[in-house]
């Protein structure tokens, strides 16, 4: 019973992030003590099981909504944001180096001076441009800081920032203005804790940054990734080996076996009458739990390594205990005992692979009669999880690199048998014997060297990577691993496979390459990536794609993070067109990266020499932007770039795209003085039988969107694709007052997310991505909600 109340329980927490509005709390209250009556009024053992399962899906229900409802009441009114503003408290993270030389922390706040709001943010997420990391070292500050409440894009797939502030605890983000260290202000437990903590990362800078694998030191002693730089993700990313260094399960476990080992070899070297079998047990035990509290406390306490000591703790027990156990009750137990801990841990993608791997173990090893040899359990343990863990990265849109199958086989046990012990012993040996740190360093750094020299090579292996493209193939290989690990006739595993990748709606493919999913009607996406533009244009299995939106390279790249996820979960296999408007890095950012991962038919350009030369134009040879007729599935495409334009804004390829009586004006970034010569060559339509949607040029700027822009065109919608609260100030009030005027419906991507027209038989549908978003983003009194065009 224990088993499903600790599943109903984790049911109930789940539940509640599938949810877009957060259920109100005296329902919930009634719904608990209604199941609880229900229990205690039940007659029938069943009836009393039913009622017990119920209660506990409604209280971890509505434990998840307690903890997401304190966290959403902590919010910064908007006449604060973008404003001066002094908070004190303390630096409760490791700073680390961000871009444009700057430091990125978290800031605990202890007061607000000044102010008496009640309901302000705990917790913010700060930058400081320029600043000195002596100051941070005082660890107690005041600060003046500028700051805006959560808020990144929103669209049907890709990294959502929102949801990370909201995994974090973040309530505000800003920047830092000035910060005076005040050794006065109050410090609780946690404050002292993350105090010793930053001590402990200094020291350890002290001591080993001078090693060559420095960052992965730094990472596997304490948890300290700050010094890890975008080369090392890199290469982790492609060889599927990013869990090495975040403290977690197989870290903890190394400690638990090795203060085990060590602690039943002690206590049994005294006299055999000293200690009791129980008692020996008992204590292994306690020095194992205080060995990885310890080292998890080192390694910075994060919510992984919380999950992992929690998930070491229970199987350790139920190792020691001596009792018959199922391993999926201990499993259960963890699940639920993580989420009381931390009920928002649904929302973090090692969550689910943590447990999602731990699963695929069980499966693959508990029950099994006869032993197995290490070397044959671990080649069995990684391509189980290499296999099982396929879907489960498909579903967070990424891929499954068959290096990591190769790189984890050997990395593993390396990690295992040599790199932790060698770290950890020597971390302490330096710690005690300081004058032996000459000695510790280079075979810290040596053990180490051989390990990344490897995965460099693996992460050069020109080798696919496994996606939701070839998901059906991980059903196919489960289902054989599956038949090797029952005693399944061959023939229906056989017939299983044929049948999945007959049916898989992604498995289709012709001989000139690669399809598209097929769109019944017309459909025009402004994705929204922030100050920057991207939009799709669908239609059958045809696909254009105007502008990839902004990149800064090493920091930030919208094709990375937003274009591509959505370009995939929508099913896009190729690009028809890529018309790109001009060369500005907000609407042309990282081309290469998708001419390298998507086959791309044709490439136009408003400024088609800005590619010349570079790898673009090795890929697809770039056009450039002539006034000619093309099409689209049913579309009817015009391109358009002003003869006159001498460079950048004014260069921009415009394009138009009509459908029957809708038309769509892609202008690009021109100002006022090229319009006029677009407007010159409009084609004129009766406006009782046009429906005109705009998005306005220069993404609202007040250099565009002239007079005779806006009353010529009397567009019915004008969408802006601006980021919100951007220091450019767009759109301007001007240029939205002339599009008012006329009676446009204005829609901005900063408020709205990403937007959708569907040209449907019945009139063009217009859907914006906030009115689906989860509660914690598009919640009444939220940025989203709040959100105005000015």
């Given at each position: 019973m224990a088993f499903r109340c600790a599943i109903a329980f984790s049911c109930g927490v789940i539940l509640l992030y599938r949810l877009s509005v957060l259920p109100v709390s005296w329902w919930l209250l009634v719904a608990l003590v209604t199941?609880?009556?229900?229990?205690?009024?039940?007659?029938?053992?069943?009836l009393r099981s039913l009622a017990l399962v119920a209660g506990s899906l409604i209280a971890g229900l509505a434990w998840g909504a307690w903890q997401a409802g304190h966290q959403l009441s902590q919010r910064l009114p908007p006449d604060l944001e973008r404003i001066p503003l002094t908070v004190e408290g303390y630096v409760c993270d490791i700073p680390a180096a961000g871009s444009f030389n700057s430091l990125r922390f978290s800031f605990c706040i202890t007061g607000w001076p000044g102010r008496t709001e009640s309901g302000l943010p705990e917790r913010l997420r700060l930058s400081w441009y320029g600043g000195e990391a002596q100051t941070l070292a005082h660890h107690r500050l005041t600060v003046q800081v500028v700051l805006r409440r959560p808020h990144g894009t929103l669209n049907l797939?890709?990294?959502?920032?929102?949801?990370?502030?909201?995994?974090?605890?973040?309530?505000?983000?800003?920047?830092?203005?000035?910060?005076?260290?005040?050794?006065?202000?109050?410090?609780?437990?946690?404050?002292?804790?993350?105090?010793?903590?930053?001590?402990?990362?200094?020291?350890?800078?002290?001591?080993?940054?001078?090693?060559?694998?420095?960052?992965?030191?730094?990472s596997l002693m304490i948890g300290n990734r700050g010094a890890m730089e975008s080369s090392h993700w890199k290469v982790l990313k492609a060889t599927g080996t990013i869990h090495l260094v975040a403290i977690s399960g197989l870290h903890l476990g190394l400690v638990a076996l090795g203060a085990g080992f060590v602690a039943r070899r002690t206590l049994l070297a005294f006299p055999g009458h000293r200690f009791s079998e129980a008692s020996l047990r008992w204590g292994v035990f306690a020095v194992v739990g205080v060995s990885c509290l310890a080292y998890a406390l080192a390694s910075g306490f994060t919510v992984p390594t919380r999950r992992a000591l929690i998930m070491v703790m229970i199987a350790t027990w139920a190792l020691i205990s001596g009792r018959e156990i199922s391993p999926w009750s201990s499993l259960a137990l963890a699940f639920a005992t993580v989420l009381v801990l931390d009920p928002f841990a649904p929302l973090d993608q090692g969550f689910w692979l943590s447990f999602s791997a731990v699963a695929i173990l069980l499966v693959t090893f508990s029950g099994r009669v006869g032993a197995?040899?290490?070397?044959?359990?671990?080649?069995?343990?990684?391509?189980?999880?290499?296999?099982?863990?396929?879907?489960?990265?498909?579903?967070?849109?990424?891929?499954?690199?068959?290096?990591?199958?190769?790189?984890n086989l050997i990395a593993i046990p390396w990690v295992s048998v040599i790199v932790m012990p060698v770290i950890i012993v020597g971390g302490m040996v330096v710690a005690l014997m300081p004058m032996l740190t000459d000695w510790v360093v280079p075979l810290m750094d040596a053990v180490l060297a051989g390990l990344w020299w490897l995965l460099v090579r693996l992460s050069e292996w020109q080798?696919?990577?496994?996606?939701?493209?070839?998901?059906?193939?991980?059903?196919?290989?489960?289902?054989?691993?599956?038949?090797?690990?029952?005693?399944?006739?061959?023939?229906?595993?056989?017939?299983?496979?044929?049948?999945?990748?007959?049916?898989?709606?992604?498995?289709?493919?012709?001989?000139?390459?690669?399809?598209?999913?097929?769109?019944?009607?017309?459909?025009?996406?402004?994705?929204?990536?922030?100050?920057?533009l991207s939009v799709l244009v669908r239609h059958r299995r045809e696909v254009l794609l105007y502008d990839t939106g902004p990149a800064v390279p090493g920091v930030f790249s919208a094709m990375e993070s937003t274009v591509l996820p959505n370009l995939r979960d929508l099913g896009v296999r190729r690009i028809d067109q890529l018309v790109i408007s001009h060369s500005d890095s907000d609407h042309a950012g990282e081309v290469g990266l998708l001419l390298g991962s998507l086959p791309v038919g044709r490439v136009i350009a408003g400024e088609p020499e800005a590619f010349a030369g570079l790898e673009v134009s090795a890929l697809v040879p770039v056009e450039g932007c002539r006034r000619e007729p093309a099409a689209l599935g049913a579309l009817e495409l015009t391109f358009w770039r002003s003869p006159d334009g001498a460079s950048g804004n004014d260069r921009s390829c415009?394009?138009?795209?009509?459908?029957?009586?809708?038309?769509?004006?892609?202008?690009?970034?021109?100002?006022?003085?090229?319009?006029?010569?677009?407007?010159?060559?409009?084609?004129?339509?009766?406006?009782?039988?046009?429906?005109?949607?705009?998005?306005?040029?220069?993404?609202?700027?007040?250099?565009s969107s002239s007079v005779a822009w806006v009353n010529t065109l009397e567009p019915d919608h004008v969408?802006?694709?601006?980021?919100?609260?951007?220091?450019?100030?767009?759109?301007?009030?001007?240029?939205?007052?002339?599009?008012?005027?006329?009676?446009?419906?204005?829609?901005?991507?900063?408020?709205?997310?990403?937007?959708?027209?569907?040209?449907?038989?019945?009139?063009?549908?217009?859907?914006?991505?906030?009115?689906?978003?989860?509660?914690?983003?598009?919640?009444?009194?939220l940025t989203r909600d709040q959100c105005k065009i000015p």
């Amino acid at each position: 019973m224990a088993f499903r109340c600790a599943i109903a329980f984790s049911c109930g927490v789940i539940l509640l992030y599938r949810l877009s509005v957060l259920p109100v709390s005296w329902w919930l209250l009634v719904a608990l003590v209604t199941a609880f009556y229900s229990v205690l009024a039940a007659k029938s053992p069943a009836l009393r099981s039913l009622a017990l399962v119920a209660g506990s899906l409604i209280a971890g229900l509505a434990w998840g909504a307690w903890q997401a409802g304190h966290q959403l009441s902590q919010r910064l009114p908007p006449d604060l944001e973008r404003i001066p503003l002094t908070v004190e408290g303390y630096v409760c993270d490791i700073p680390a180096a961000g871009s444009f030389n700057s430091l990125r922390f978290s800031f605990c706040i202890t007061g607000w001076p000044g102010r008496t709001e009640s309901g302000l943010p705990e917790r913010l997420r700060l930058s400081w441009y320029g600043g000195e990391a002596q100051t941070l070292a005082h660890h107690r500050l005041t600060v003046q800081v500028v700051l805006r409440r959560p808020h990144g894009t929103l669209n049907l797939s890709g990294f959502r920032y929102e949801d990370w502030l909201f995994r974090k605890g973040y309530r505000a983000t800003g920047s830092v203005r000035s910060a005076e260290p005040v050794a006065t202000l109050p410090c609780h437990l946690h404050c002292r804790y993350t105090a010793v903590h930053q001590s402990l990362a200094r020291w350890v800078d002290s001591r080993f940054s001078e090693a060559s694998r420095y960052p992965l030191i730094a990472s596997l002693m304490i948890g300290n990734r700050g010094a890890m730089e975008s080369s090392h993700w890199k290469v982790l990313k492609a060889t599927g080996t990013i869990h090495l260094v975040a403290i977690s399960g197989l870290h903890l476990g190394l400690v638990a076996l090795g203060a085990g080992f060590v602690a039943r070899r002690t206590l049994l070297a005294f006299p055999g009458h000293r200690f009791s079998e129980a008692s020996l047990r008992w204590g292994v035990f306690a020095v194992v739990g205080v060995s990885c509290l310890a080292y998890a406390l080192a390694s910075g306490f994060t919510v992984p390594t919380r999950r992992a000591l929690i998930m070491v703790m229970i199987a350790t027990w139920a190792l020691i205990s001596g009792r018959e156990i199922s391993p999926w009750s201990s499993l259960a137990l963890a699940f639920a005992t993580v989420l009381v801990l931390d009920p928002f841990a649904p929302l973090d993608q090692g969550f689910w692979l943590s447990f999602s791997a731990v699963a695929i173990l069980l499966v693959t090893f508990s029950g099994r009669v006869g032993a197995i040899g290490w070397l044959a359990g671990l080649v069995l343990a990684q391509i189980a999880v290499f296999i099982g863990l396929w879907p489960v990265l498909a579903q967070f849109g990424q891929g499954q690199p068959i290096a990591g199958l190769v790189a984890n086989l050997i990395a593993i046990p390396w990690v295992s048998v040599i790199v932790m012990p060698v770290i950890i012993v020597g971390g302490m040996v330096v710690a005690l014997m300081p004058m032996l740190t000459d000695w510790v360093v280079p075979l810290m750094d040596a053990v180490l060297a051989g390990l990344w020299w490897l995965l460099v090579r693996l992460s050069e292996w020109q080798v696919p990577v496994l996606s939701s493209a070839t998901l059906p193939l991980s059903l196919v290989a489960a289902s054989g691993l599956l038949a090797l690990r029952l005693p399944l006739p061959w023939f229906p595993v056989l017939v299983f496979s044929a049948v999945v990748l007959w049916l898989w709606p992604g498995s289709d493919s012709v001989s000139g390459g690669p399809v598209n999913r097929y769109v019944p009607v017309p459909e025009v996406r402004i994705l929204d990536v922030g100050q920057g533009l991207s939009v799709l244009v669908r239609h059958r299995r045809e696909v254009l794609l105007y502008d990839t939106g902004p990149a800064v390279p090493g920091v930030f790249s919208a094709m990375e993070s937003t274009v591509l996820p959505n370009l995939r979960d929508l099913g896009v296999r190729r690009i028809d067109q890529l018309v790109i408007s001009h060369s500005d890095s907000d609407h042309a950012g990282e081309v290469g990266l998708l001419l390298g991962s998507l086959p791309v038919g044709r490439v136009i350009a408003g400024e088609p020499e800005a590619f010349a030369g570079l790898e673009v134009s090795a890929l697809v040879p770039v056009e450039g932007c002539r006034r000619e007729p093309a099409a689209l599935g049913a579309l009817e495409l015009t391109f358009w770039r002003s003869p006159d334009g001498a460079s950048g804004n004014d260069r921009s390829c415009v394009l138009v795209v009509r459908h029957k009586a809708t038309e769509w004006i892609l202008p690009g970034d021109i100002t006022e003085a090229v319009e006029a010569g677009f407007l010159e060559t409009l084609d004129r339509v009766s406006r009782p039988s046009l429906h005109r949607v705009v998005l306005a040029p220069h993404h609202g700027s007040k250099t565009s969107s002239s007079v005779a822009w806006v009353n010529t065109l009397e567009p019915d919608h004008v969408i802006y694709t601006a980021g919100y609260r951007h220091r450019y100030g767009h759109p301007h009030p001007d240029v939205v007052a002339r599009y008012r005027q006329i009676g446009a419906v204005a829609l901005n991507t900063a408020c709205s997310g990403g937007i959708t027209f569907k040209a449907a038989p019945g009139g063009l549908e217009v859907h914006e991505m906030r009115h689906d978003s989860p509660f914690w983003i598009g919640g009444a009194g939220l940025t989203r909600d709040q959100c105005k065009i000015p």
